[in-house]
């Protein structure tokens, strides 16, 4: 059966992913904590922060942003993201994001999860090219 999730974020202790450079991230839902098929992240990425290029073959994705601003790369396309930008990436596609800026860039990431999903996938420099 399904159960509400009520989350103080405040209370959540941030940790610095795999693949990522100078970035907190808090983890509020995902399968592990309950959701069935969603994951949710506000992340804080310090100034020359960023993520390696990477693809989620199975789940669509959306970035939502609170203050600062990012660079976004999808495929060969460059998107700014700042406070009330959104930015939806089709499951598959090669993103990676950055904070070439000096001030804090925080946004939300959430995912939509199929069940048993290949949640991440490097990419090297080379294969985002093609």
């Known amino acids: 059966m399904a ?3 009520f989350v103080d974020s405040n209370k959540v202790k941030g940790f610095q ?3 990522h450079q100078k970035t907190v991230v808090k983890e509020l839902v995902n399968p592990k904590l309950g959701s069935q ?3 949710f992240r506000i992340s804080k990425m310090s100034p020359g922060g960023s993520d390696q290029f990477h693809a989620h073959p199975d789940s669509e994705q959306v970035m939502y942003g609170l203050g600062g601003k990012g660079k976004v ?3 060969r396309k460059t998107y700014t993201l700042s406070k009330g930008a959104f930015l939806f990436i089709p499951a598959g596609i090669r993103h990676h994001v950055e904070n070439p800026t000096k001030r804090v860039f925080h946004f939300i990431i959430l995912w939509a999860l199929p ?3 290949v949640d991440w996938v490097p990419q ?3 294969e985002h090219r093609r």
């Open 17 to 19: 992913p795999d693949y």
């Open 37 to 39: 098929f969603l994951q």
């Open 124 to 126: 090297s420099k080379a």
């Open 3 to 5: 159960k509400v999730i």
């Open 73 to 75: 790369v999808v495929g």
């Open 115 to 117: 069940p048993n999903p």
